[in-house]
């Protein structure tokens, strides 16, 4: 199917990608520009479309990583990128402008990924018609879900999306390790949010708060570069950040869960987990998420992904137009 007059497009405060759809709506070669490249979004925009043989844009889909409340869009890790709904609308000659929280938009995603989108974590669970979770780590914790419509025969007619701020939920710890890191972040922060840990930032701060609790002072390494020793089974402590961030993570998913009632199933985006690999799916990470007591029952059946497609944001963007 050709080029068609409509944009969807994933902004985040370190990369921006583009993408036109095709006749049937789907994202066609999308494209990544650094935001460093760029003053605005206007210009990356113009670039862009600078790029595609289209004679006038009609309609635009953006997910944005910041709350979407009122006109103003006020990017929180790219200030200089931030822009009036209203004025974007009028400037491009658009017929319509949808914005919406990037996690928002990965949730619309979901019911549409193939199996090959998907890696399964735990046992293979066939999920049922209901609520859907959905929590990533990457430079903070997104949290959204789905919440199905269903018309009169029972057959699921569209989903509402959940929005929140749900990565700001209190960390939930269990083993003495985990109580005493967290006081050490109480100390410092009062409360102790999951994404104070849960998180790029979080994962760079969890290692050096375990190095104290072992009486070494320690320089500050970079999530990547923990995740890269941990990984290479060469650095202990790395390896021990790991381990805990994964257990922590299956902890706040199986609250999720549970809070939902996530029978269609719990996901896991962000930019973090899905380059672990192997070494999630062997983590604690589904143990913790079922181990809810009373109601482990109940989350033993649900099943748990992670999302490995390339860009789903912007396949969600799409089902929005």
């Known amino acids: ?77 790219r200030p200089n990128w931030s822009f009036s709904r209203q004025q974007l609308k009028d400037s491009l000659n658009l017929s319509s402008l949808a914005v919406l929280n990037d996690y928002s938009a990965l949730a619309l995603s979901l019911p549409h990924l193939s199996k090959d989108d998907l890696k399964v974590v735990g046992p293979t669970i066939e999920p049922k018609l209901g609520a859907i979770a959905l929590i990533g780590p990457g430079t903070g914790l997104g949290v959204s ?27 939930g710890v269990v083993t003495d390790r985990e109580q005493a ?15 104070r840990v849960l998180s790029g930032p979080g994962m760079a701060e969890l290692y050096l708060v375990l190095r104290q609790l072992d009486g070494v002072a320690a320089e500050p390494i970079e999530p990547a570069e ?13 390896l021990e950040t790991l381990h805990m961030f994964c257990a922590l993570l299956g902890s706040c998913a199986g609250n999720l869960a549970l809070t939902i009632g996530a029978e269609g199933g719990v996901y896991i985006g962000g930019g973090i987990t899905p380059k672990l690999g192997q070494f999630f799916i062997d983590s604690a990470f589904r143990e913790r998420f079922e181990a809810k007591g009373r109601m482990q029952a109940m989350l033993e059946k649900m099943p748990t992904y992670v999302i490995t497609a390339p860009y789903p944001a912007l396949i969600g963007c799409a089902k929005s137009l």
């Open 145 to 171: 879900g789905l919440v199905p419509v269903y018309d009169a025969s029972g057959k699921v007619v569209q989903y509402g999306t959940l929005e929140g701020e749900g990565g700001h939920v209190t960390l």
């Open 226 to 238: 923990i995740s890269k020793r941990a990984l290479q089974d060469n650095d202990a402590a790395c």
């Open 1 to 77: 199917m050709g080029i068609t007059d409509r944009l969807v497009a994933d902004i985040g405060g370190t990369n921006a990608r583009f993408a036109m759809l095709d006749g049937l709506g789907n994202p066609l070669s999308p494209t990544t520009l650094a935001c460093d490249d760029f003053a605005n979004l206007p210009a990356a925009l113009d670039h862009y479309l600078g790029t595609q043989k289209i004679e006038k844009l009609d309609q635009i889909a953006m997910a944005v990583a910041t709350p979407i409340i009122g006109d103003q869009v006020t990017l929180t890790n």
């Open 181 to 195: 890191m967290y006081k050490v972040l109480e100390s410092k922060y009062g409360h102790v949010s999951a994404e």
